[in-house]
């Protein structure tokens, strides 16, 4: 087996790669949204030498899944229609004190 070959298929090979990806990633995607693939690779070499960055990874993965809902999850009080430029706002009586 040739020099080359052996160091293609070793950890600083793949080091050099996910950098090389990146720096391409950096001046081809201006304004794409989403994880560049460099970023995932590095993650993915790093969770594997690292035990907690497994579970690092999971948890970011199921927070970008799970819904943003705003408040405490009770029916909503406002509402603002962006398109007709009108906003209903109400507002809760105050409790008087017994």
């Given at each position: 087996?040739?020099?080359?070959f ?74 603002v ?6 906003a ?11």
């Amino acid at each position: 087996m040739s020099p080359g070959f052996l160091f293609a298929l070793s950890l600083p090979a793949l080091v050099a790669a996910l950098f090389l990806l990146a720096v391409v990633e950096r001046f081809a995607r201006r304004r794409k949204k989403g994880t560049p693939m460099a970023a995932a690779g590095i993650g993915e070499l790093g969770a594997t030498f690292e035990a907690g960055k497994r579970d690092e990874l999971e948890y970011r993965k199921e927070e970008r899944q799970l819904r943003d809902d705003e408040g405490d999850h009770a029916p909503p009080r406002s509402r603002v229609d962006l398109d007709g430029g009108t906003a209903v706002l109400k507002v809760p009586a105050q409790r008087q004190p017994s």
